[in-house]
């Protein structure tokens, strides 16, 4: 069965530095999307992609934060400059369509900024 | 503004007891309601959905959900919970996610 892949499964890193978290979505699926949860507390929505461009991003994805397709898999999120407020599990997600679809979510990245 | 609210952080049920999770949203038009399972360093696998239809909603791993308008609430049962049942369970209106019920199942 196809699904959401991950990469790194944990990424350290110091405050301040950039991170990319990379994703492989399933291969047909053509909307994506980041979530985050910091420890202890909920899934949060950060932004949805569609068509190499961002179709809904939330308060959270600030001028920080931003997202790329840089071929014709991989899926991209990256942090220009991490706080340690940062830290949290990042959940890659895709889907067929959009809102009414499922969404299929990979194994989650988990970054610890120190 | 959408918004889901799970009221039970923590459940605790003993193994073949039959289990409910609660969750209430808020949406102006149709909603599109998931459920999520979390088990412990893992990432989310949804269990099932709602979008329209038959408000009685099967799922799997022997999950339901039922759509009650009236209520605004979507909550899980479930006849008889397994051990490995144990887990997070989060509810969510398209992307917006609750809090997150911990479900615990006593032996």
């Known amino acids: 069965e196809p699904e959401v892949t991950q990469t790194p499964s944990h990424q350290v890193t110091q405050m301040g530095q950039e991170v990319i978290l990379r994703c492989v979505p399933i291969?047909?699926?053509?909307?994506f999307y980041w979530y985050r949860q910091i420890l202890g507390q909920k899934v949060e929505f950060l932004v949805s992609?569609?068509?190499?461009?961002?179709?809904?991003k939330s308060e959270i994805f600030d001028d920080q934060f931003s997202v790329e397709r840089p071929d014709g898999s991989n899926f991209t999120l990256k942090i220009r400059s991490t706080k340690l407020e940062d830290s949290a599990m990042y959940f890659c997600?895709?889907?067929?369509?959009?809102?009414?679809?499922?969404?299929?979510f990979g194994p989650g990245t988990r970054l610890t900024v120190l | 503004a959408q918004s889901v609210t799970q009221p039970d952080i923590h459940i605790t049920v003993s193994e073949g007891a039959s289990l409910e999770l609660r969750c209430n949203y808020s949406?102006?038009?149709?909603?599109?309601l998931f459920w999520y399972v979390q088990s412990p360093g893992q990432g989310l696998q949804l269990l099932l959905k709602?979008?329209?239809?038959?408000?009685l909603v099967q799922g799997i791993k022997g999950f339901e959900a039922e759509f009650k308008r009236s209520q605004s609430s979507f909550n899980l049962r479930k006849p008889s919970v397994h051990w490995s049942d144990a887990a997070e369970y989060f509810c969510?209106?398209?992307?917006?996610f609750g809090s997150g019920t911990r479900l615990l199942v006593r032996p």
């Open positions: 997600a895709s889907s067929e369509g959009i809102r009414t679809d499922t969404q299929y």
């Open positions: 291969s047909n699926h053509l909307y």
């Open positions: 992609f569609y068509n190499n461009e961002i179709s809904e």
């Open positions: 949406y102006g038009a149709t909603p599109y």
């Open positions: 709602y979008f329209s239809g038959d408000t």
């Open positions: 969510a209106v398209g992307s917006i």
